[in-house]
Nanobody
Framework: QVQLVEFGGGSVQPGGSLRLSCEISDFRLGYYVIGWFRQAPGKEREGVACITTTPGNTNYADSAKGRFTVSRDAATRTVYLQMNSLKPTDTAVYYC???????????????????WGQGTQVTVNS
């Protein structure tokens, strides 16, 4: 059974950094797309960044460009989201998700992703 588990959420002051991890287990396909999404209270779920398992193509939402970096460790099937220069508007529950045989580019649609983690809360405030 495919499982995605996120780690690394927490509270941080504006300008601070957090690194989220997403561990993916029992996924037998060699190629898939891992996306990071977030959802703030009262708002729709939005895509933040994505990465392919191979060759590691990445894509970022405009809100994440220059501040967030997505990476993966193929050996451990772990995907990371390094978030720097955090702002209060980054406060949300962050989810990792998998899209099988998809692509990483352009606008991210959460409906394309069929497997989801439970989410981890990120709070940015002073």
């Amino acid at each position: 059974q495919v499982q995605l588990v996120e780690f690394g959420g927490g509270s941080v002051q504006p300008g601070g950094s957090l690194r989220l991890s997403c561990e993916i287990s029992d996924f037998r396909l060699g190629y898939y797309v891992i996306g990071w999404f977030r959802q703030a209270p009262g708002k729709e779920r939005e895509g933040v960044a994505c990465i392919t398992t191979t060759p590691g193509n990445t894509n970022y939402a405009d809100s994440a460009k220059g501040r967030f970096t997505v990476s993966r460790d193929a050996a451990t099937r772990t995907v990371y989201l390094q978030m720097n220069s955090l702002k209060p508007t980054d406060t949300a529950v962050y989810y990792c998700a998998v899209w099988t045989l998809g692509y990483c580019g352009g606008a991210m649609n959460h409906l394309d992703y069929g497997y989801w983690g439970q989410g981890t809360q990120v709070t940015v405030n002073s």
